[in-house]
């Protein structure tokens, strides 16, 4: 898939993605031994990115499950579709089919529902689906259990029909807020990696890439202002996909320096509670702005 981990870097940068030279191993590594990766980090911060620009790489499918509480095993493999067995029964009954056939056909593939994992363990492309699993952490622990048999031998026993064994090992993206702590079992069945918030020399990089038309100077005031604000204790820190959608909506706006009107008038684009907009406006949004202006060369933002 990869030869080398500068491939790696050189193919995500050029879907917009700045992956550092961590990640960059970590991913070279996963392709390399089939292990599924393990991503933990802030809301915000690229995890689920991974797996999207993995499968625009690949020229393959993204096959997606998002976890959520209460999620069961046959949500996420599959279900069979009765009002279509019902629907053959009724067929098969006014076809005159003998009382002893009706029905030994309705739990045949051709009725089977497939749900993301087992779509992800039956694909035949060419190449290997990308699985994303994401926020595990928001499943029970039940589904958390079950997803280590998943993992273990990428196959399933469907109990009318059999077990059904992956041609070929999906590329598998896990992802976690750590709302909760996952157990010992599920992380060992992957290379793991904490992503955490960009440095400011990174942010740049980022914006550079995903907002090309932005000028240098607006660049560099909207990602110390964003290091600056990670700083605070917010309910919810802003992360990489919020400067992003900021610095298109300034560019929009036709914005080519910041000031205090125009932070507070576009802080719904970082900030998504209002206790937390209040906090930054209580700071003194002047007083912020100078202090990132002031960080023009080489920045250490406290």
């Not at 002893?100 to 694909?123: T, V, Y």
């Not at 060419?126 to 031998?153: C, G, K, N, Q, Y």
């Not at 942010?203 to 995903?210: L, T």
């Amino acid at each position: 898939m990869f030869k080398t981990i500068e491939e790696v870097e050189e193919k995500f940068a050029g879907e917009g993605y700045i992956a550092d030279r961590t990640l960059a191993t970590t991913i070279f590594l996963s392709a390399a031994l089939g292990k599924p990766i393990f991503l933990e980090g802030e809301p915000g911060v690229g995890k689920t990115e991974v797996a999207k620009v993995m499968a625009s790489i690949l020229n393959t499918d993204l096959i997606r499950l998002q976890c959520y509480e209460g999620l069961d095993a046959n949500t996420a493999l599959y279900e069979w579709n009765y009002p279509r067995q019902m629907l053959e029964l009724r067929l098969e009954e006014a076809r005159g089919v003998s009382k002893d056939e009706i029905g030994k056909n309705i739990f045949h593939e051709d009725f089977l529902l497939k749900r993301p994992l087992l779509s992800a363990i039956q694909s035949e492309g060419d190449t290997r689906p990308v699985l994303l699993i994401d926020e595990v952490d928001r499943a029970d622990e039940e589904f958390e259990a079950f997803l280590l048999e998943v993992l273990s031998d990428f196959q399933i026993t469907i109990p009318e029909i059999g077990t059904i064994t992956a041609k070929q090992v999906p590329f598998v993206v896990l992802t976690s807020n750590r709302t909760r702590e996952l157990h010992d079992a599920l992380k060992r069945r992957c290379l793991y990696l904490w992503i955490d918030y960009p440095t400011f020399e990174k942010e740049m990089e980022i914006v550079k890439s995903r907002v090309s038309d932005i000028k240098e100077e607006l660049s560099r005031q909207v990602c110390g202002f964003m290091q600056v604000m990670r700083t605070r204790d917010f309910y919810k820190k802003p992360g990489v996909a919020e400067t992003i959608d900021w610095a298109l909506a300034l560019l929009a706006m036709n914005i080519e320096e910041l000031n205090p009107e125009t932070v507070d008038a576009t802080l719904g684009c970082v900030l998504k509670y209002k206790e937390d907009i209040e906090k930054i406006q209580e700071d003194g949004l002047p007083q912020l702005i100078e202090k990132v202006r002031m960080m023009r060369d080489r920045v250490t933002l406290t």
